[in-house]
């Protein structure tokens, strides 16, 4: 399975964004899908997650309010929505999927598949 992501760009602190994560195969709903991303010198952290029928979301406590997570699985496609953006959401963004069992996944460690990533930048 591969995944291309996109919306990306730069953004003002305060605005919004939404990124979109497009699946190839046949096998998307099959996966917990979830965003994770990394700043210059930091380790890639986890931002959020979303179960195989969308029943189940949970995200990290700094985005918390902010983004939503989403997919349709008709169109193979995860987003994640970012309101309210802040200079510290500055990033390059990841989707992920994990093929394993969990309900959720909450870590990097969790996640088999990556997109390629997508730059966001929040700042004035």
């Known amino acids: 399975v591969q995944f291309v992501e996109s919306g990306g760009g730069l953004v003002q602190p305060g605005g919004s964004l939404r990124l979109s994560c497009a699946a190839s195969g046949r096998t998307f709903s099959r996966y917990t899908m979830g965003w994770c991303r990394q700043a210059p010198v930091k380790e890639r952290e986890f931002v959020a997650t979303i179960s195989r029928n969308s029943g189940i979301t949970d995200y990290a406590d700094s985005v918390k309010g902010r983004f939503t997570i989403s997919r349709d699985n008709a169109k193979n496609t995860v987003y994640l929505q970012m309101n309210s953006l802040k200079p510290e959401d500055t990033a390059i963004y990841y989707c992920?999927?994990?093929?394993?069992?969990?309900?959720?996944?909450?870590?990097?460690?969790?996640?088999?598949?990556w997109g390629q990533g997508t730059q966001v930048t929040v700042s004035s």
């Open positions: 992920a999927a994990d093929q394993g069992i969990r309900g959720i996944a909450t870590t990097v460690p969790n996640y088999d598949y």
